[in-house]
């Protein structure tokens, strides 16, 4: 057993958030402010959109890595080194589109608050509606051929 098709699911549910908040407001933005509100909006789902494939796709990239042995330290170096790269793009981006007079700081705002929000609730139903075993290694009598203690006759 492994979690990929959670986080496959995951990414398949971000990319139609991402694509509706890009939608929606990129309608709102070019009602609101033109192509400036258009614009930015879209540059806040887009940027939402890649934040979250990054932290799925490094847990999916480190499982692949580390045969889905989560206590190797790869994994958590790939899924830390993920993060912060995310974190740095995130204060780059900022900073660099801040100053940027095409740029329509409350229609951003509001599309990768929006985006993360969203993706907060994806990754919650996701994860409250999956089902994955807690342990996967075993077999449980009467699995693999052999009766189990109650139909032994003991």
């Known amino acids: ?5 959670i986080f496959t699911k995951i990414l398949r549910y971000g990319t139609i958030l991402g694509l509706g908040i890009a939608v929606i407001g990129g309608i709102i933005g070019l009602l609101t402010d033109g192509s400036r509100g258009l614009v930015s909006a879209l540059i806040g789902a887009i940027m939402a959109f890649v934040f979250l494939g990054v932290t799925a796709g490094s847990i999916l990239f480190a499982n692949r890595v580390t045969k ?3 206590l190797n330290p790869a994994f958590f ?3 830390l080194g993920g993060w912060i790269l995310k974190f740095v793009a995130f204060l780059v981006l900022v900073l660099v589109l ?4 095409w740029i329509n700081l409350t229609a951003l705002f509001l ?6 929000i969203g993706s907060l609730a994806v990754d919650v139903f ?3 509606t999956s089902r994955l075993s807690y342990v996967s290694d075993i077999s449980l009598p009467g699995e693999d051929g052999k009766p189990s203690l109650k139909n032994s006759g003991s």
Do not use: K
Not at 111 to 116: E, L, M, N, R, T
């Open 1 to 5: 057993m492994t979690s990929a098709p």
């Open 68 to 70: 889905n042995d989560i």
């Open 77 to 79: 170096l790939i899924v």
């Open 98 to 101: 801040r100053d940027q007079p």
């Open 111 to 116: 599309a990768i608050v929006s985006s993360v």
């Open 126 to 128: 996701v994860i409250a």
